[in-house]
Antibody, heavy 122, light 111 residues
Framework: QAQLVESGGGLVKPGGSLRLSCSSS????????MNWIRQAPGKGLEWISC????????DYTDSVKGRFTISRDDAKNTLYLQMNGLRADDTAIYYC???????????????WGQGALVTVSS | QSALTQPPSASGSPGQSVTISCSAA?????????VSWYQQHPGKAPKLIIY???KRPSGVPDRFSGSKSGNTASLTVSGLQGEDEADYYC???????????FGGGTKLTVL
């Protein structure tokens, strides 16, 4: 059964950095586009980044461009999100999510992790 | 402000049907077949229940159905059950920049 598990969340001061990891199992990680989606407390979902199966295509939502970096290590079946210059409005649960079709970017997310809470506060 | 507008709340009694709408601000967002719906119970990750407007992933009950007319997509939950009480989010591909946008979410209450 396909599974994703995030780690690396925590409390960080404004301007600080954090790296999230998303470990996968139960499917061929290298064949899928992967995404990060976040949800601020009590708010809705916000897509923030995706990376293609080959890592050749990467995209970010405007609010994190230049501050966040998505990457993947297919040998370790792991997705990463390096977050620099964190702000209070980055406080959210961060989910990694698999695209629903091998090799394609369909922007439907069929497997989600349990989420990692990132709190940015002084 | 989200490019997809959902009613903040919806409700129905057990056994009834309820429909949740998702309206796109422009055909750029709603004018494609890549509309998905997600169910999220409190404290849990979202779950994909509808994709490409009306397709259901394996294991999703056929009580959940999707449709689209113009720039408005809809999710219908038939034969409401207590376990259907959750937040529901629509999403759509934005053709203009190849990104996905989510609606603001609808809290479904089973009375």
């Amino acid at each position: 059964q396909a599974q994703l598990v995030e780690s690396g969340g925590g409390l960080v001061k404004p301007g600080g950095s954090l790296r999230l990891s998303c470990s996968s199992s139960g499917f061929t990680f290298s064949e899928y586009y992967m995404n990060w989606i976040r949800q601020a407390p009590g708010k809705g979902l916000e897509w923030i980044s995706c990376i293609s199966s080959t890592s050749r295509y990467i995209d970010y939502t405007d609010s994190v461009k230049g501050r966040f970096t998505i990457s993947r290590d297919d040998a370790k079946n792991t997705l990463y999100l390096q977050m620099n210059g964190l702000r209070a409005d980055d406080t959210a649960i961060y989910y990694c999510a698999r695209d629903g079709q091998r090799y394609y970017d369909t922007k439907r997310f069929d497997v989600w992790g349990q989420g990692a809470l990132v709190t940015v506060s002084s | 402000q989200s490019a997809l507008t959902q009613p903040p709340s919806a409700s129905g009694s057990p056994g009834q049907s309820v429909t949740i709408s998702c309206s796109a601000a422009s055909s750029d967002v709603g004018g494609n077949g890549y509309v998905s719906w997600y169910q999220q119970h409190p404290g849990k990750a979202p779950k994909l229940i509808i994709y490409e407007i009306k397709k259901r992933p394996s294991g999703v009950p056929d009580r959940f159905s999707g449709s689209k007319s113009g720039n408005t997509a809809s999710l219908t939950v038939s034969g409401l059950q207590g376990e259907d009480e959750a937040d529901y989010y629509c999403s759509s591909f934005t053709a203009r920049n190849n990104r996905v946008v989510f609606g603001g979410g609808t809290k479904l209450t089973v009375l």
